[in-house]
């Protein structure tokens, strides 16, 4: 608690702690109240039951009271959350990408990065984008959390007021390799993170790929990765032209991965299926990704390295 990793660590955790402090309050006056009743008024006691007359005092108090705890916790969140919502105007701005299962972060001159870099003690706002599902932007330590949607123009914003290496989740249930969605922290002083930035080559873009753009819309990475990592289905990267072990009608045979192999995969995908990978899980795209996109496909992965 207060650990001011970042500037709105203070009105989160005040206002947590409130909430926190009022619940354990009102668990322990219940019960140790229910218990005394349960006491007092058993059976044993009281063998007849009496009706009582109801109090308006009493109805005015307990009321009054929860309005004005409620109002109280409103008044706490609220004070916390709106400066949430109001980056300053010379803040830095970094883009971040969020596709299953990876987060991308983009800086001013379109270079991107894997690890979110930034200075210390300076503004930045967050504009968040999804490719694919709604993910979660989440820095525990820096009491930040936003949803990512795709189709949906969002941000956060903070400034980071520690040192050091902090960690960054994907809050949101985005599939099955969800909780590998993670990325890097890293706060720097302003003169290493400039050096670092001044370095940082431009990243091209498969956004403007047509082959991409293809598998991306029919939802292909949701089970094949790009970056070596073997999901539900064997990864994309270097594939063309590599060798594996596939079955065919029971049998086991080594193939190498050319034009051919990946139109028999699109168009029947459980004919030779990779050694190691389930069997009936891929739908045949027939019908669905054309015939004449399939080049554009295979030009991507020729390319993929």
Sequence with gaps: ?????????????????????????????????MIVFVIKYNKKRHAKAVQIKDSSKLEIVWTTIPLILVLLMFYFGWRGFIPMRNAPADAMQV?????????????????????????????????????????????????????????????????????????LFCSAYCGLSHSYMLALVRIVPEDEFNTWLAALPVKKSDDNNEGFKILEKNGCFSCHSTDGRKIIGPSFKGIY?????????????????????????????????????????????????????????????????
Excluded at 16 to 31: K, Y
Excluded at 152 to 166: A, R
Excluded at 275 to 304: A, C, H, T, W
Aim: net charge positive; charged share 25%.
């Design 1 to 33: 608690m207060f650990s001011n990793n970042s500037n709105f660590v203070h009105g989160v955790d005040t206002a947590f702690l409130l909430i926190f402090g009022i619940a354990i309050f009102f668990l322990i006056m219940l019960t140790t109240i």
């Design 241 to 305: 032209g590599s060798s594996h072990d596939v079955m065919t009608d029971g049998v086991s045979r080594k193939i190498t991965v050319d034009s051919l192999y990946i139109q028999t995969s699109i168009l029947d995908p459980n004919k030779d299926v990779v050694v190691g990978f389930p069997q009936g899980v891929m739908k045949s795209y027939k019908g669905i990704i054309r015939d004449k996109d399939i080049p554009k496909v295979i030009e991507y992965f020729k390319n993929l390295k």
């Design 95 to 167: 883009k971040a990408i969020g596709r299953m299962w990876k987060w991308t972060f983009e800086y001013p001159g379109k270079k991107q990065s894997d690890t979110l870099m930034l200075p210390i003690n300076k503004a930045v706002k967050m504009s968040l984008f999804s490719k694919d599902v709604i993910h979660g932007f989440s820095i525990p330590d820096f009491r930040v959390k936003e949803d990512v949607v795709p189709g949906k123009n969002n941000y956060t914003w903070f400034i980071p007021e520690k040192l050091g290496n902090f960690d």
